[in-house]
């Protein structure tokens, strides 16, 4: 996998807080889906995010948490839906991109197990970020894009 240093942007996300089974994010993205519908935010330009404060692989699923949200360009107001207001600030990070389902992500599992550790680089100290590049009902499984943001410390 090729694996990049960039500077991710600041960038204002209209979240929502997904915390329980990774089995139950679906409910959590249709959410979030009904609201961005309602508020006619559909364009590509409103990226679509997760921030994976857990390995759901790993965690019990009482105790994981994830941030499904999309990029907006101005803060939200209280809603019925949950969805709220975060920020991921500017942050240095190693990036490379998935293709493929985003249940089994190899990205990050190649990130965290093999290029960290050879990389001379320290983990920072913000969940990883991934973007998920296409999304939506017709994209197949072997088709998914997902770009993997592993945060760094600044040297």
Request: charged share 20%.
């Amino acid at each position: 996998m090729d694996v990049e240093i960039v500077l991710f942007p600041m960038t204002q996300l209209a979240v929502i807080e997904h915390y329980g089974s990774p089995e139950l994010e679906h409910e959590s993205v249709n959410k979030l889906i009904k609201w961005r519908q309602e508020n006619q935010l559909l364009d590509n330009k409103y990226r679509n995010y997760g921030i994976h404060y857990t390995n759901p692989k790993t965690t019990p699923p009482k105790q994981h948490h994830v941030d499904l949200g999309i990029a907006i360009d101005e803060p939200i107001t209280t809603n019925i839906y949950g969805v709220i207001n975060k920020t991921i600030p500017q942050l240095r990070c190693a990036k490379t991109r998935d293709i493929g389902s985003r249940y089994h992500n190899q990205a990050i599992i190649y990130l965290l197990k093999q290029w960290l550790p050879n990389s001379g680089e320290k983990l920072g100290d913000f969940p990883p970020i991934f973007h998920y590049v296409n999304v939506g009902p017709t994209i197949k499984l072997e088709q998914m894009i997902t770009d993997v943001y592993l945060p760094l410390l600044d040297h």
